[in-house]
């Protein structure tokens, strides 16, 4: 790999092996039913049949999320990475590419794992949280990342700003991932597998891979 290209990664169940919202909200959750209900809103958020806002808003409806559980996610994010995601992003970086987070996600949480692999901040893109006099998280602020083709809207912000440079490589495990590469902002849609697997994504998926170290070996080569 020698030019100088561009990776952009999802972060949820990508380079973390858990949703992270849905974690927050299922440890206050008091009933099966409603861990049920959460899993049932965010299959059918990443596959396309619900927007976020409508997703978000309907899952903090069911838990009292507080700031309190966003630090203490932060503080345990890394030790949720997805096995094998060190070797491919530090082989990337020795490598000397441009690497990219973007997510539907929250800064918070999502800084620590940037920090860990050497992204700058400003390669970061996810959401921020809103919160009442109580310190509850009562949603989040507005911006491109809590609608619907807002990841497209990050990268075309980039591309206008020649911060992509060469092959612009998309990957992460939802349909919002693929959109990017639909709405032409990526080169490449690479579909991963890592901690679950989409039909509709795999479908769609230029090169799908099931493991990061499937997906270094490929880069190796």
């Known amino acids: 790999m020698r030019e100088r290209n561009s990776f952009v990664f999802d972060f949820d169940s990508t380079l973390v092996s858990v949703e992270t919202l849905d974690t927050l909200i299922k440890r206050n959750l008091r009933t099966d039913e409603d861990r049920r209900k959460i899993d049932d809103i965010t299959k059918r958020a990443m596959n396309g049949e619900l927007d976020f806002q409508t997703s978000l808003s309907t899952r903090l409806r069911l838990a009292r999320t507080e700031k309190k559980d966003f630090a203490r996610m932060a503080e345990e994010i890394e030790s949720l990475l997805t096995p094998g995601i060190d070797d491919l992003l530090n082989f990337l970086r020795q490598k000397k590419q441009e690497l990219f987070i973007v997510s539907g996600g929250f800064t918070e949480i999502v800084r620590p794992v ?50 992509l440079p060469g092959v612009v490589v998309m990957t992460g495990d939802g349909m919002s991932d693929w959109q990017v590469c639909a709405d032409g902002l990526a080169d490449v849609f690479i579909g991963c597998g890592f901690i679950v697997t989409r039909p509709n994504v795999k479908a769609r998926s230029s090169l799908f891979v099931q493991t990061p170290s499937e997906l270094l070996s490929l880069l190796q080569n």
């Open 114 to 163: 940037a920090r860990r692999f050497g992204i700058p901040e400003e390669n970061c893109f996810a959401n921020e949280y809103t919160w009442d006099s109580n310190g509850v998280v009562t949603g989040v602020r507005d911006g491109p990342l809590t609608r619907e083709g807002g990841k497209s809207v990050v990268l075309r912000a980039l591309k206008e700003q020649n911060r």
